[in-house]
């Protein structure tokens, strides 16, 4: 995704890969660069397309390789004095061939190191980047002087050699950073450029941006839906695993939402648009996750620091090796190991360790559904080791079910003619619940009568005249309460709540049902888990991560509810003012992380912070007072702006696999800095004595970024959370 000029959280964009650019990033007129690998890139290929590119690095690296080969094959005879009998004119000629040799290599690949250099030097800032062209440029003037004056040493080899194998080493980490960059350039790709708008009777193909939103848009089989939007007829399967992680097509219809990105099945569908172009889902998605790559978190914040300090020692330590062989009389072996000090002492690989790790899995969350705002949301979900649920819309579904009816005791009815009365009386009603008990009846057969005079008292329950099977009768539902206070007899209400021993509080919701003054039958609803949410729960215990439910419901359904998904601890008639103490005493009685370096180095999940899971509207106190606030169905409304992490699709599996990720990324980190420090450590000893010659630093300097690099994509491929379905069947 390139874009120079772009910015996201205050950062520009790398205008080669489309990663944020750092404090010391390069520049070349109104175009920015993460590193100097993507300004290399860049300078060599301009800005040709696809193909162009790696041919023009093959064709303008390969031209200085053979060239650096050549000198280097030269440079090796007469160092080892196999020419010393052709004559010493010979040998010069020989000097005078390495200088024409190694100029254009200069050329070719120390010229895109210089502006960054001399700027470098203007502001008084000294980068590996910039050592590394001041050590070439360096090894070939004094090289190129002694070859006119006749006399001294010469380094053409090393001057050479040294910017192959570093433009090497860049060019990879380029396409390391362009890698880590793909997931938001595949986002950006979903939405088709074109759409089928149908105005009046026919169908206009047009751009997808153009189209109004209001306008209908018709998506054929196999073609991928342009614009979000409600399907206004048609029924079809759509594949949205790009966008929300989820493999299974969800099957849907008119009335259902769909999104930009996501391709259509084997029905054609007529969408009626709700957002278009930047307002598109997956638009949003790639946005946010600029937004979240762009901003620092404290690790790496950490390792920026640890950098400014340890260039000007590593300058130091060149300076002290050039003053101890000069000391000892050996000047040449001076200027060779100050170089190796410089060149193996390049900070590329700590440079790499924390932003590429947290860019990378940035991306791989997105992949998966799961959007992180932030590396430091990453970094402290990585830390939770208590993680407090809401119930309505977050363990649950958000929807009642009716899970019996019973008769009442001495009630001279069947359960099928009690729910038969309900069902008609609540067939008048919108309430949820009503809708849940009229479903219940439909899943039974039942037939259903009409209603007249229908009258709800909200919070209570409802009265209305039902016509049924050539019957009549006024008939009540609600709560016990509620029947009695209006001349019912519920005496033998008792009855209705105990089936198969089971306590009255067993039952989260009753339903009561009266008619011809007395209380008949107590149907008993619950809000059904979502079916993930056990396996989700088990998970997160399995990773230590305490869980707790707090909700504003009544304590014996959230009791109910929490044994069901297996939770223990379980506070209940909790106001969203109770959720938000409730979640700070959490805070303040977990264990909080040590302040400063210290706990900076350490980054390990130990930290005690809290994660709050909500469904983002009535939570949102909640989200916010927490350590790591995480929105439920993020991908209904992510411009709202709740928590530090949202679900695009409301599975909770994917929340074990989050934390999972979170603590590989800092691993990983934790990996890269201690190789990062333990190799620059060991590698600039054997340079300040001369055990280590400027080629193989290089060398060894490019081994370091390898692994780092290397080390960081593997989280491209951690694996992809379970679906639930998946998961039940490998218990079985």
Same mark, same amino acid.
């Given at each position: 995704?390139?874009?120079?000029?772009?910015?996201?959280?205050?950062?520009?964009?790398?205008?080669?890969?489309?990663?944020?650019?750092?404090?010391?990033?390069?520049?070349?007129?109104?175009?920015?660069?993460?590193?100097?690998?993507?300004?290399?890139?860049?300078?060599?290929?301009?800005?040709?397309?696809?193909?162009?590119?790696?041919?023009?690095?093959?064709?303008?690296?390969?031209?200085?390789?053979?060239?650096?080969?050549?000198?280097?094959?030269?440079?090796?005879?007469?160092?080892?004095?196999?020419?010393?009998?052709?004559?010493?004119?010979?040998?010069?000629?020989?000097?005078?061939?390495?200088?024409?040799?190694?100029?254009?290599?200069?050329?070719?690949?120390?010229?895109?190191?210089?502006?960054?250099?001399?700027?470098?030097?203007?502001?008084?800032?000294?980068?590996?980047?910039?050592?590394?062209?001041?050590?070439?440029?360096?090894?070939?003037?004094?090289?190129?002087?002694?070859?006119?004056?006749?006399?001294?040493?010469?380094?053409?080899?090393?001057?050479?050699?040294?910017?192959?194998?570093?433009?090497?080493?860049?060019?990879?980490?380029?396409?390391?950073?362009?890698?880590?960059?793909?997931?938001?350039?595949?986002?950006?790709?979903?939405?088709?450029?074109?759409?089928?708008?149908?105005?009046?009777?026919?169908?206009?193909?047009?751009?997808?941006?153009?189209?109004?939103?209001?306008?209908?848009?018709?998506?054929?089989?196999?073609?991928?839906?342009?614009?979000?939007?409600?399907?206004?007829?048609?029924?079809?399967?759509?594949?949205?695993?790009?966008?929300?992680?989820?493999?299974?097509?969800?099957?849907?219809?008119?009335?259902?939402?769909?999104?930009?990105?996501?391709?259509?099945?084997?029905?054609?569908?007529?969408?009626?648009?709700?957002?278009?172009?930047?307002?598109?889902?997956?638009?949003?998605?790639? $946005?946010? %996750?600029? *937004?979240?790559? /762009?901003?620092?978190?404290? =690790?790496?914040?950490?390792? &920026?620091? +640890?950098? !400014?300090?340890?260039?000007?020692?590593?300058?130091?330590?060149?300076?002290?090796?050039?003053?101890?062989?000069?000391?000892?009389?050996?000047?040449?072996?001076?200027?060779?190991?100050?170089?190796?000090?410089?060149?193996?002492?390049?900070?590329?690989?700590?440079?790499?360790?924390?932003?590429?790790?947290?860019?990378?899995?940035?991306?791989?969350?997105?992949?998966?559904?799961?959007?992180?705002?932030?590396?430091?949301?990453?970094?402290?979900?990585?830390?939770?080791?208590?993680?407090?649920?809401?119930?309505?819309?977050?363990?649950?579904?958000? $929807?009642? %079910?009716? *899970?019996?009816? /019973?008769?009442?005791?001495? =009630?001279?009815?069947?359960? &099928?003619? +009690?729910? !038969?009365?309900?069902?008609?009386?609540?067939?008048?009603?919108?309430?949820?619940?009503?809708?849940?008990?009229?479903?219940?009846?439909?899943?039974?057969?039942?037939?259903?009568?009409?209603?007249?005079?229908?009258?709800?008292?909200?919070?209570?329950?409802?009265?209305?005249?039902?016509?049924?099977?050539?019957?009549?009768?006024?008939?009540?539902?609600?709560?016990?309460?509620?029947?009695?206070?209006?001349?019912?007899?519920?005496?033998?209400?008792?009855?209705?709540?105990?089936?198969?021993?089971?306590?009255?509080?067993?039952?989260?919701?009753?339903?009561? %049902?009266?008619?011809?003054?007395?209380?008949?039958?107590? =149907?008993?609803?619950?809000?059904?888990?979502?079916?993930?949410?056990?396996?989700?729960?088990?998970?997160?215990?399995?990773?230590?991560?305490?869980?707790?439910?707090?909700?504003?419901?009544?304590?014996?359904?959230?009791?109910?509810?929490?044994?069901?998904?297996?939770?223990?601890?379980?506070?209940?008639?909790?106001?969203?003012?109770?959720?938000?103490?409730?979640?700070?005493?959490?805070?303040?009685?977990?264990?909080?992380?040590?302040?400063?370096?210290?706990?900076?180095?350490?980054?390990?999940?130990?930290?005690?912070?809290?994660?709050?899971?909500?469904?983002?509207?009535?939570?949102?106190?909640?989200?916010?007072?927490?350590?790591?606030?995480?929105?439920?169905?993020?991908?209904?409304?992510?411009?709202?702006?709740?928590?530090?992490?949202?679900?695009?699709?409301?599975?909770?599996?994917?929340?074990?696999?989050?934390?999972?990720?979170?603590?590989?990324?800092?691993?990983?980190?934790?990996?890269?800095?201690?190789?990062?420090?333990?190799?620059?450590?060991?590698?600039?000893?054997?340079?300040?004595?001369?055990?280590?010659?400027?080629?193989?630093?290089?060398?060894?300097?490019?081994?370091?970024?390898?692994?780092?690099?290397?080390?960081?994509?593997?989280?491209?491929?951690?694996?992809?959370?379970?679906?639930?379905?998946?998961?039940?069947?490998?218990?079985?």
């Amino acid at each position: 995704m390139k874009g120079g000029a772009e910015m996201a959280g205050g950062r520009a964009l790398c205008h080669h890969c489309g990663l944020p650019v750092g404090p010391l990033g390069y520049q070349h007129e109104e175009r920015r660069f993460c590193c100097c690998g993507c300004y290399l890139a860049w300078r060599i290929v301009g800005e040709q397309g696809q193909a162009g590119p790696l041919a023009g690095i093959l064709a303008r690296l390969g031209v200085a390789a053979v060239l650096a080969m050549n000198v280097m094959m030269i440079s090796l005879l007469l160092y080892s004095d196999a020419l010393a009998g052709i004559g010493r004119e010979a040998t010069e000629v020989f000097r005078w061939v390495l200088l024409g040799l190694s100029a254009p290599v200069l050329v070719i690949l120390g010229w895109p190191f210089m502006p960054g250099a001399g700027r470098d030097l203007a502001r008084g800032a000294v980068r590996m980047d910039s050592l590394i062209a001041l050590g070439a440029l360096a090894s070939f003037g004094v090289s190129a002087v002694h070859v006119i004056q006749h006399r001294g040493h010469i380094y053409f080899d090393t001057a050479t050699m040294l910017l192959v194998l570093v433009t090497l080493g860049k060019l990879l980490e380029a396409s390391a950073r362009v890698e880590a960059s793909r997931a938001l350039q595949d986002l950006v790709k979903l939405r088709p450029a074109r759409a089928r708008v149908i105005r009046g009777n026919d169908d206009f193909e047009v751009p997808a941006e153009q189209v109004a939103v209001g306008e209908q848009v018709r998506v054929r089989p196999g073609e991928q839906t342009p614009v979000d939007g409600v399907i206004v007829s048609g029924v079809s399967s759509v594949q949205e695993a790009a966008l929300t992680g989820e493999f299974a097509p969800r099957v849907c219809g008119p009335g259902d939402r769909v999104f930009g990105g996501s391709v259509n099945g084997e029905g054609e569908l007529v969408i009626e648009a709700t957002a278009v172009g930047e307002g598109t889902l997956v638009d949003r998605v790639a $946005r946010l %996750v600029q *937004q979240a790559q /762009a901003q620092r978190a404290p =690790a790496e914040r950490l390792a &920026d620091r +640890a950098a !400014s300090i340890f260039v000007p020692l590593v300058v130091l330590a060149a300076a002290g090796a050039m003053g101890y062989w000069l000391w000892r009389g050996d000047g040449a072996r001076g200027g060779m190991s100050a170089l190796a000090v410089l060149v193996v002492a390049c900070p590329c690989a700590l440079g790499l360790a924390t932003p590429l790790a947290v860019c990378v899995a940035i991306g791989r969350a997105a992949r998966a559904g799961v959007l992180v705002r932030s590396g430091e949301a990453l970094e402290r979900l990585s830390q939770v080791t208590s993680m407090i649920f809401d119930k309505t819309g977050t363990l649950t579904e958000g $929807r009642p %079910v009716m *899970q019996e009816i /019973a008769c009442c005791q001495g =009630a001279a009815c069947g359960e &099928d003619k +009690a729910l !038969s009365w309900l069902a008609s009386l609540e067939s008048a009603s919108e309430h949820v619940m009503a809708k849940s008990i009229v479903a219940a009846a439909g899943e039974r057969g039942l037939v259903l009568g009409r209603v007249k005079g229908f009258r709800a008292f909200p919070g209570e329950g409802a009265s209305g005249r039902v016509e049924l099977n050539g019957a009549a009768r006024q008939v009540w539902a609600g709560t016990l309460a509620f029947l009695s206070r209006h001349g019912m007899d519920t005496g033998g209400a008792a009855g209705g709540r105990q089936t198969e021993g089971a306590e009255a509080s067993s039952c989260p919701t009753e339903v009561f %049902v009266g008619w011809e003054g007395r209380v008949r039958a107590r =149907a008993c609803l619950s809000d059904a888990p979502r079916p993930e949410a056990a396996e989700a729960v088990r998970q997160l215990r399995q990773a230590g991560v305490a869980v707790m439910m707090l909700s504003g419901d009544r304590r014996a359904a959230a009791e109910d509810l929490a044994r069901r998904v297996g939770i223990g601890d379980v506070k209940a008639e909790r106001d969203p003012v109770a959720k938000v103490a409730e979640v700070r005493g959490q805070r303040e009685r977990g264990r909080r992380r040590a302040a400063g370096l210290l706990a900076a180095l350490r980054m390990t999940h130990g930290g005690g912070l809290v994660a709050v899971v909500g469904d983002g509207i009535n939570d949102a106190p909640a989200l916010a007072e927490a350590d790591v606030g995480i929105a439920m169905g993020g991908g209904t409304d992510l411009a709202r702006e709740v928590g530090q992490i949202a679900l695009l699709r409301d599975d909770l599996l994917r929340l074990p696999w989050a934390v999972r990720l979170a603590r590989r990324t800092y691993r990983v980190i934790r990996q890269n800095l201690a190789w990062a420090f333990g190799y620059n450590l060991a590698a600039i000893a054997l340079a300040f004595f001369g055990y280590l010659h400027p080629l193989v630093a290089a060398l060894a300097m490019l081994g370091s970024s390898l692994f780092v690099l290397h080390n960081s994509l593997r989280l491209a491929r951690e694996e992809r959370p379970e679906p639930v379905g998946r998961v039940v069947e490998q218990e079985a």
